[in-house]
């Protein structure tokens, strides 16, 4: 009987597995392109007169750059000024347009005359001077006193320059010069707050100082 058994044993059929399906990936579909529709004839009509609108303006621009180029600033106002009013569209040269229209305004404005005679020099250096300009003071100052030796402005005016730049010695030199053309120019200095750094100087010690009273000579009887 055991041995019987050990046979069925034997004979006894393997186990069958469970076979295990693959999970089917599904591939996403390509999307069909949509046909798009062909332009209207009035649309590509619309398309080309915009591109002839933009070559005639990028051409006008060009031109008022030429114009700037050859200094020819009429020229060049005219052209910036058709992009301007014949091309609204055209956004992107507007503000070019407006930038070189600024330029040629300023060429174009009318300058102010070159002052010629001692009395436009010292005024002309007198406004230098309360910019801080100066050298254009000085130039103007040295101006007038080619002109005109005995300018006590000038002189005056010099002293001054002279003081603010520290150049002491000549601010003295020019300063008694003022005062020896015109007296009254001692007083101006006493006042002028430019003339701190001068104070201390002997000689303009000396020149401040008031000059002695004269004694009126008694009548006789």
């Known amino acids: 009987m055991a ?28 999307k069909r392109a949509r046909a798009v529709p062909a332009p209207s004839p009035e649309a590509l009509a619309a398309q080309e007169a915009a591109e002839a609108r ?12 030429k114009a700037m180029q050859r200094r020819d600033f009429q020229g060049a106002v005219a052209a910036f000024t058709s992009v301007l ?8 040269l ?4 407006r930038l070189y229209l600024q330029v040629c305004a300023r060429e174009t404005a009318p300058r102010a005359p070159r002052p010629s005679t001692p009395n436009e020099l010292v005024y002309a250096a007198t406004v230098a001077l309360n910019n801080a300009a100066h050298d254009e003071s000085l ?33 003295v030199t020019h300063l ?11 007083l101006l ?8 750094s001068l104070r201390e100087h002997e000689r303009v010690h000396q020149l401040l100082e008031p000059p002695p009273a004269r004694r009126r000579a008694r009548r006789q009887r």
């Open 3 to 30: 041995k019987q058994r050990r046979v069925a044993a034997k004979k006894k059929a393997p186990t069958k597995r469970k076979a295990t399906r693959k999970a089917k990936v599904r591939k996403p579909r390509a």
């Open 54 to 65: 933009r070559r005639k303006a990028v051409g006008a621009y060009e031109r008022g750059l």
């Open 85 to 92: 009013e014949e091309f609204p569209a055209e956004r992107e």
């Open 94 to 97: 507007h503000d070019r347009c």
């Open 139 to 171: 130039g103007h100052l040295r101006q007038a006193i080619g002109q005109d030796a005995d300018d006590e402005r000038a002189h005056y005016m010099l002293a001054v320059v002279y003081a603010q730049t520290d150049q002491l010695d000549l601010a």
């Open 176 to 186: 008694e010069r003022a005062v020896e053309l015109e007296p009254e120019n001692r």
């Open 189 to 196: 200095a006493r006042q002028e707050p430019d003339f701190e």
